[in-house]
């Protein structure tokens, strides 16, 4: 399965933003965006031109596909079925990437991190509905239940993580219950429920043209 295997700062470095895509450590001084804000490469501290319409779009997409951790043909497909469902595109698209099984996971606050959150998806320690699922782009459905495994309920970088963050605690579409390590989707995100800084009309433009 291909992914992403540079270094993750370098990500944040190129779209001049945090995506925290390093769980606590993008909350600390040791954050590579703190000591070194400016794009990655010879040139990155130059002072840049101004960005075309397209460079704009394009860096929204580039943006939004980080932070989830997707790949270019995976986002496609992700896009056009975004756009086959009734409402608004751009919202369905977040919706759609936000309901994955591993965004729910770090949603949760079981994963420091998404990347977390799929290695440990991939490693069967969570089940929907009372069954194993370890394919981290399973799409949840309302009502849906993700629960941690017996075996994997003492893994310490799932109390650690926990313990760090509580990242449900401001969305209404998620329920979390710590004693029970499980979590609830009560219901597709609406876009002002959905916490990513990004401009989703800037894709749906992109791949109008």
Same mark, same amino acid.
């Given at each position: ?51 075309? /319409?397209?460079? =704009? #779009? +394009?860096? &929204? ?6 932070? @989830? ?6 986002? *496609? ?13 751009? /919202?369905?698209? =977040? #919706? +759609?990437? &936000? ?6 996971? @770090? ?6 991190? *998404? ?87 800037l894709i749906v433009e992109l791949y109008s043209k």
């Amino acid at each position: 399965m291909a992914r992403y295997r540079d270094a993750n700062c370098k990500l944040c470095r190129r779209e001049g933003m945090k995506l925290f895509l390093k769980g606590s450590r993008c909350y600390s001084e040791k954050c590579a965006f703190e000591r070194r804000s400016f794009a990655p490469g010879q040139h990155g501290h130059v002072m840049r031109r101004r960005s075309s /319409e397209y460079g =704009l #779009q +394009l860096r &929204e997409k580039q943006k939004v596909r980080r932070i @989830y951790g997707i790949l270019e043909k995976q986002f *496609r497909n992700y896009f056009g079925e975004a756009a086959r469902r009734k409402g608004v595109t751009g /919202e369905n698209l =977040l #919706q +759609l990437l &936000e309901t994955r099984l591993d965004n729910v996971v @770090y949603r949760l606050g079981f994963a420091p991190s *998404r990347k977390s959150a799929r290695q440990l998806v991939r490693h069967r320690h969570f089940t929907v509905n009372s069954k194993i699922v370890d394919i981290p782009s399973y799409q949840l459905r309302p009502n849906d239940v993700i629960q941690v495994c017996e075996k994997s309920r003492k893994l310490d970088i799932i109390h650690m993580a926990l313990k760090d963050a509580d990242r449900s605690a401001d969305l209404p579409w998620l329920r979390l219950n710590k004693a029970a390590l499980n979590g609830e989707l009560v219901e597709l995100p609406k876009r002002e429920d959905i916490p990513v800084n990004v401009t989703e009309q800037l894709i749906v433009e992109l791949y109008s043209k």
